[in-house]
């Protein structure tokens, strides 16, 4: 009887490893690379920036700086497991006052059902030395015998180090490659980089991403989108489907009101020189405390009445200029946290004004 | 030249003070308690709690706990001052991984404009020993001399001790008397609670209450909202204009799923004795996730079907009973944070529904 229980316990131990037991993929492993949501992807390499090494030498540091944040980075799989975890560090603080840690420094997960459609996946999550994501119960509709393609974002505010996802040992693994379309390229500020979205897949430009189904590549720096020339020569070296430009909100101090028209007229020549794809120009979405402040509404509108006369300029000579305007982003007046920063409910309704406007571009 | 160099000083530093001086105001300075959003005013006192002292004997020590948490508490005041300050200490941490400081602790001001609308205000804070919120230059349309009326939601997953609002030296103002009306009273989970909005503002019961511009109380309480009788006899104490039921997402454990019924029944029993308001049922929302795991939609579903059941049976024998399906609340894929807690999206979305569901009930 002893020796039978000790067989059984044996067998039971055996079982619960084998069940416990993870395959862990990393990104990096071998063969291509499978990070998307980024221009220079084989130039970067290795590494969860979204710049190339040489442009640290290009651009301002505060800029270089936020290029090693992963804001806008996706990778594709595809499995079978009904299991999913994800872990990996981060490179600085997990959270803001006004963004939570699973905006900062979570990841965010959708699945592609049978249908094509994306499907979030609600995920449980610690934040630690190592933060980890886990992902049960994954039953929905199967694709094939590989499993459905699904989609993990990365964070939005911190740089990534050491990520792996794991799938129960014997589970279907395979990265998908990048996307060989053009990308919508968008160059941009904090909200473009995704504040204060309350998880990765909240920020508007990857819920672009989402709706088109088409890469979009994510160059917002936090207070940095200042339409610098040096940055202009970047963007033009990147093979884009359209061009985003949205750097009113970090454009709005009196000392650069004024240097709004030059730089974009610069910019746009410096694009113009290498791509003939269509430029998107859009004004400032509002501070959405103007409504009760006569001072704050007097400061975007300067900005967006400054951009609206360089692209009436710009637009004599250049073709393949669009505009959207304050009116058409139409944020209502709960869509931020503190008066500039978008929450999901004003992501969302950035999104929907952008995919509405890109999709009459792109796919007219 | 020295010497009035040095009047000079003298006359630039007085008035820098006079500029600088601010008139604090205490809520619980003097007179009736400004605080509204709550039951027990009276009997609560000079505390941002939730309910009366007494219940401290009678309910579970973790929904003790959380009343006594500021979650839905509001205060009118008006002012003609361009510039309000907000000063005030909290009783526990600042944030939660999947919930802003801005949320959690912070508090949110909307101004109400000539027509009767509410604006909303961006204030600047910061957070520390002493949680600091400024609004500046409020300028626009004031609805007479004595300014206009605001209105000042406290921190949504915090304890409140030893606020003021300060306004400059010499501006007037003074706090509004709590409404008369009954108000909405609310008894749920931390959805209700506030979880996850990004300010207080956007908690659901919070925006209700200025879509319908009528009081409403918060009763969630996080994990603890478990159609207790205990609690329902404290709800019975209220003089609610309507209330409403939305535990469920609490209900869903294995252990709880069977309780549905009979504490409903004699919850309904209880507040029957007392009342004769309107009760309106809620389904459970959902879990976002469940569209990707049969196991997650499984769980939510049995909890909806035990409360479909229990209304049918209830109805029969209670008049003034209402019901609100999962598929009214309408929650979209994004609307939550983690798959339980509503993101300000799945915010916006809840109060649509409560919104145009209340509005027939109390004016039909």
């Given at each position: 009887?002893?020796?039978?229980?000790?067989?059984?316990?044996?067998?039971?131990?055996?079982?619960?490893?084998?069940?416990?037991?993870?395959?862990?993929?990393?990104?990096?492993?071998?063969?291509?690379?499978?990070?998307?949501?980024?221009?220079?992807?084989?130039?970067?390499?290795?590494?969860?920036?979204?710049?190339?090494?040489?442009?640290?030498?290009?651009?301002?540091?505060?800029?270089w700086d936020l290029s090693c944040q992963s804001a806008g980075l996706y990778i594709k799989f595809k499995t079978n497991a009904s299991k999913i975890q994800v872990k990996y560090t981060v490179t600085?603080?997990?959270?803001?006052?006004?963004?939570?840690?699973?905006?900062?420094?979570?990841?965010?997960?959708?699945?592609?059902?049978?249908?094509?459609?994306?499907?979030?996946?609600?995920?449980?999550?610690?934040?630690?030395?190592?933060?980890?994501?886990?992902?049960?119960?994954?039953?929905?509709?199967?694709?094939?015998?590989?499993?459905?393609?699904?989609?993990?974002?990365?964070?939005?505010?911190?740089?990534?180090?050491?990520?792996?996802?794991?799938?129960?040992?014997?589970?279907?693994?395979?990265?998908?490659?990048?996307?060989?379309?053009?990308?919508?390229?968008?160059?941009?500020?904090?909200?473009?980089?995704?504040?204060?979205?309350?998880?990765?897949?909240?920020?508007?430009?990857?819920?672009?991403?989402?709706?088109?189904?088409?890469?979009?590549?994510?160059?917002?720096?936090?207070?940095?989108?200042?339409?610098?020339?040096?940055?202009?020569?970047?963007?033009?070296?990147?093979?884009?489907?359209?061009?985003?430009?949205?750097?009113?909100?970090?454009?709005?101090?009196?000392?650069?009101?004024?240097?709004?028209?030059?730089?974009?007229?610069?910019?746009?020549?410096?694009?113009?020189?290498?791509?003939?794809?269509?430029?998107?120009?859009?004004?400032?979405?509002?501070?959405?405390?103007?409504?009760?402040?006569?001072?704050?509404?007097?400061?975007?509108?300067?900005?967006?009445?400054?951009?609206?006369?360089?692209?009436?300029?710009?637009?004599?000579?250049?073709?393949?200029?669009?505009?959207?305007t304050f009116e058409e982003l139409g944020l209502s007046m709960d869509s931020q946290v503190d008066g500039v920063h978008a929450t999901d409910l004003g992501m969302f309704q950035y999104a929907e004004?952008?995919?509405?406007?890109?999709?009459?571009?792109?796919?007219?």
């Amino acid at each position: 009887m002893k020796h039978s229980l000790g067989i059984l316990a044996v067998l039971l131990w055996s079982s619960v490893q084998i069940f416990a037991q993870t395959d862990w993929y990393n990104p990096f492993g071998k063969g291509e690379i499978p990070v998307q949501g980024r221009c220079w992807n084989e130039e970067i390499g290795a590494k969860y920036h979204r710049l190339p090494d040489r442009a640290e030498k290009v651009v301002r540091k505060a800029l270089w700086d936020l290029s090693c944040q992963s804001a806008g980075l996706y990778i594709k799989f595809k499995t079978n497991a009904s299991k999913i975890q994800v872990k990996y560090t981060v490179t600085s603080g997990f959270s803001m006052p006004h963004m939570p840690a699973t905006g900062v420094s979570g990841v965010d997960l959708y699945m592609k059902d049978a249908d094509g459609q994306a499907l979030w996946c609600a995920g449980k999550y610690s934040f630690g030395d190592t933060v980890r994501y886990t992902y049960d119960n994954l039953t929905y509709r199967r694709q094939s015998d590989k499993g459905n393609e699904f989609c993990l974002y990365l964070p939005l505010y911190n740089g990534v180090n050491l990520m792996e996802i794991g799938v129960p040992a014997g589970s279907h693994f395979e990265f998908a490659a990048p996307s060989k379309k053009k990308p919508v390229v968008i160059y941009g500020t904090s909200i473009a980089q995704g504040a204060c979205a309350s998880r990765p897949g909240m920020a508007w430009t990857n819920i672009l991403q989402r709706k088109l189904d088409f890469p979009v590549v994510n160059l917002g720096f936090s207070g940095n989108g200042r339409l610098e020339e040096e940055f202009f020569r970047l963007l033009a070296e990147t093979d884009a489907s359209l061009f985003v430009i949205d750097c009113m909100p970090n454009m709005t101090e009196d000392d650069r009101v004024g240097l709004i028209a030059d730089r974009m007229a610069k910019g746009i020549r410096i694009l113009r020189e290498k791509s003939q794809a269509p430029i998107l120009l859009v004004e400032h979405d509002g501070y959405m405390g103007y409504r009760v402040s006569d001072a704050e509404r007097s400061r975007f509108e300067k900005t967006n009445e400054q951009l609206r006369l360089c692209y009436q300029e710009l637009k004599q000579k250049v073709d393949g200029l669009y505009y959207m305007t304050f009116e058409e982003l139409g944020l209502s007046m709960d869509s931020q946290v503190d008066g500039v920063h978008a929450t999901d409910l004003g992501m969302f309704q950035y999104a929907e004004a952008y995919s509405r406007k890109i999709a009459k571009i792109l796919f007219p």
